[in-house]
DNA sequence: GCTCCTGCCTATCAAGTGTTAGGTTGTTTG
DNA sequence: CAAACAACCTAACACTTGATAGGCAGGAGC
C-alpha cells in the first residue's frame, strides 16, 4: 500500500540523494566528497546521479539554497506570529530560537551551508548569495522593529549588529548538536546576551 | 649581500611552504587543494615539499597549530600589560582589539584555521585541539578578571560565554578584510556590543 | 502486443591525487 | 681533490575524481 506512483520516484529520490550529499557535505567538506560516496548513502551508483542532476554543482547548489531558505521560512514564520506590538525582548528571543532551532534540528541543510559555503566554487557561492542576502535582510528588518520602539541602540550599523549575531548563532553549530530541551536554554541565554552583554545590568 | 647562510635555507623554504599553503588552505579548502598547487606557489615541484614535510597532514597540521597560536600571544601579551586592576571594560576591549587584529592582520594562518577546522581528517583535528583548548582557557581566565571584579553576569556559564564571543569574533571574517583603520572602529564596535548588548542601555 | 519513457546500471574516459624512489645539482667539510 | 650532505627535480606508482555513453528492466499508453 501507498506505493509511490512512478511519476513520484523521481522527486524523492531526487531528495533522497540530496539528504545524503547535505550530510556529507556537512561532515566532510565540499571537495572531499566524492559523488561515489554520494551515491552509495543513496543506494545507487555514482552514473545515477546524472540522472537527477547535471553535475556536482548542482547538487550543492540546491543543498546551499534549501539550508538558507528553511531557516528563512522558520525565522520569518515564527516572528509574524507575534503581535505587532511585541516588545523588543520578546522578538529578538523568538527570532534566535527559530533561527537555533531551524539550524540544529532541521537538518544537514543549514549546517552544511554555514560550514561549506566559502569552500565551494566561486561562481556557485556567487550564485546562491542573494538567498543568503534575503535572509540578512530579514534580520536587519526584524531590528528595524526595534527600532520604532526606540529599543535599539543607535550608534551601531544594523547591517553590523545583524552580521555580528548570526556569526555567533552560526558558530555554535561547532559545539555539536545539544538534545532540545538544552537547545531552548541555549537560545534563550544567548538571546540574552545579544540583548544585554556580558556584564551585570549595574555596570 | 645578506646571503642566506646554508643552513638557514631550509628554515625559510619551510616558512615559504606554510605560507602559500595557508593561503590556499583559506580560500580553496583542504580537500581542494592540492600539494602541486602548494608547490607551484613555492617555486618548487611537488615532490620537493617530502623533503621538508613528510605528508600532507604535517603540512596542515603546522599551519593549523601557528593560526591559533599567533593569536593566542598576541592576545595575551596585550592583556598582560595592562594594569593588574584595569576594570572589565579595558580588559575586553583590549582582547577584542587584539584578536581581531591578530585575525586579520596576522596572516593567512589564522583564517585558515577557522575556516578550514572542521573539514581537515579527524585525527588532525584531534591533535589540533589541545592548542585550541587552550586559547579558549585564555579567554575563559580573562573573564575570571571580570568575575573578580564582580562585573561578569553570573547567569550564564564562562564557557559559553567564551565561545560565543569567539565565535562572534571569527565570523567576522567571513566579511572581507577591511582596512586597518576601519579594523579598530570595528574592534570597539563588537567589544561594546558584547559589553552592553544591542539595545539602548535605559532599556 | 508494441512502442515509449523512466530510472537506474555498467564500463570507461581523461585528469588529477598523495606519495615514493632515484637522480642531479651545488655547497660544505675533511 | 674527494666525500658528504642539503635542497631540489624527474618520473612514475596506484588510486580517485567528475563526467559520459550506451545498455537494460519494467511500467505506461496506445
Chains 1, 2 share one sequence.
Not at 44 to 67: D, Q, R
Not at 103 to 131: C, F, M, T, W
Not at 191 to 201: C, H, K, N, Q, V
Amino acid at each position: 500500500m501507498n506505493q509511490p506512483r512512478v511519476q513520484e520516484k523521481e522527486a524523492t529520490s531526487r531528495r533522497i540523494i540530496l539528504d545524503c550529499a547535505a550530510r556529507l557535505f556537512r561532515t566532510e567538506g565540499y571537495a572531499a566528497t566524492s559523488l561515489r560516496r554520494i551515491a552509495a548513502a543513496s543506494n545507487m551508483k555514482s552514473g545515477s546521479l546524472y540522472y537527477h542532476f547535471a553535475s556536482k554543482e548542482e547538487i550543492i547548489t540546491e543543498v546551499l539554497n534549501m539550508g538558507v531558505q528553511r531557516v528563512h521560512d522558520e525565522v520569518w514564520r515564527s516572528t509574524a506570529e507575534l503581535p505587532p506590538d511585541a516588545d523588543s525582548h520578546t522578538l529578538v528571543r523568538t527570532a534566535v530560537r527559530a533561527h537555533l532551532a531551524a539550524l540544529h534540528e532541521l537538518g544537514d541543510y543549514s549546517s552544511a551551508n554555514v560550514r561549506i559555503y566559502g569552500q565551494v566554487p566561486e561562481h556557485v557561492r556567487n550564485a546562491h548569495k542573494p538567498i543568503r542576502i534575503a535572509y540578512e535582510d530579514l534580520w536587519i528588518a526584524l531590528l528595524g522593529r526595534c527600532v520604532s520602539q526606540g529599543s535599539l541602540r543607535g550608534d551601531v550599523s544594523r547591517r553590523f549588529i545583524s552580521t555580528f549575531m548570526l556569526g555567533a548563532m552560526n558558530a555554535s553549530l561547532e559545539w555539536g548538536t545539544p538534545e532540545s530541551g538544552r537547545l531552548q536554554q541555549m537560545a534563550d541565554d544567548m538571546a540574552e546576551l545579544f540583548l544585554r552583554g556580558i556584564m551585570t545590568s549595574n555596570q
